[in-house]
């Protein structure tokens, strides 16, 4: 394996050298290994990322199993949750703050955060590595009197700024990406040419809404016992029962934290242009602010809805919706040119 030498003298593979290279060398003599064929799909990063999913999930379940106040506390099918009056804290209770104001217009919160991203995170990050090293920039200013120092900042400064507007492939790549993964989230949870794919579901596995409060909405439905989407059930004060009902949390929140975390640590692990391994540092402020409070908030939040909310199997069918949506985007470009040429891959 080729490798360059970094200026801390730590030993790095080449811009070639990995992950493709172990698989060429391997293909002459002996077909590519389960592992030589993932590190080429995905940087093991992301792979830890993607990972970090199902692990919540475990984790929040394995937790509710251990925690004396969740086993104390009864378990509502119907509800998904337990009976507000007996939750075994806050975050159990479905009217928690970060649910209504997070979870709820969590589309919102990510598109807020990939908007920020593309123009000040992934804009800069392109600036400074088309800028000198910084080695050698120190090493310049150590010469320069007090005035061309200041005018070397407010240089960079401005390029870093015409960075954020300048509508580059990459940019217009990662927004395609947002319009596919938007979709995904569209038909899966709000519209799929009528009722959501997970309200298709509920209806296809035996689920129906059945009025239980409201005399006059009872009488008002007459004989047809069921309305179409989970939504206008709950409004006309009905309960959504009996079928298969995919957790819609455990699926927007996988889906929208994966696919953030992938645009940015894409970025930040398979650009291997020249200068590139400095950007970690120089990304914008704000692009990563906002990036680390939307992902780590959405990492409690399906911590929660493991520990307190849905049955394993509904759990389960949330991150497999929410996975295959991350397959189609983020995966298949990296097996087919046709379709790498059209949605790219982060940092490529
Ligand atoms: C690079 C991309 C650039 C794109 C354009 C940039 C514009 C930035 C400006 C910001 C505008 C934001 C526009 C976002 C559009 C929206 O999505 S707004 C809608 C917000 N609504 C939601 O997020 C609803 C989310 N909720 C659900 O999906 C469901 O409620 C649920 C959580 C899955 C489950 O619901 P239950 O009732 O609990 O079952
Ligand atoms: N982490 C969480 N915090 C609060 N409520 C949650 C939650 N996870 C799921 N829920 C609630 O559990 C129910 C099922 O969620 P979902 O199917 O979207 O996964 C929803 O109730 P409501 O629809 O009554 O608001 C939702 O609000």
Redesign the pocket.
Known sequence: MSASRRPNGVSKPSPRASPNTSTKTRSTKQPPTISDTLTTLLHPAEGLLLLTYPSLLLLGSIFSLLDPSARAAPYSASLQSHPPDMAPNYFALKKNVFNIWF???????F??A??VW?LMGMGMMRARSRAPPREKTKARIVELDDDEEVEQEAEEEKEEKDATLVLTPQ?LQ??LR?VVV?FW?TVV??WCFGPAL?DRGFRLTGGQCELMQSDTARQEMGDVREFVT??AC?IAGGKWKGGHDIS??V??LVLGSASLGLEVLGAMVNDRRAGAEEKQAQLGRWGWGIVVGVVGMSWWMLLMTAAYFHTWFEKFTGLSTAFVGIAVVYILPRILPGVRDILGVPGR
Do not use: D, E, R
């Open positions: 979870v709820k217009v969590g589309w919102f919160w598109t807020v990939w908007a593309v940019k990662s927004a947002w938007t989230w949870t709000q997970i989970a939504t709950k819609g949390h699926f927007i």
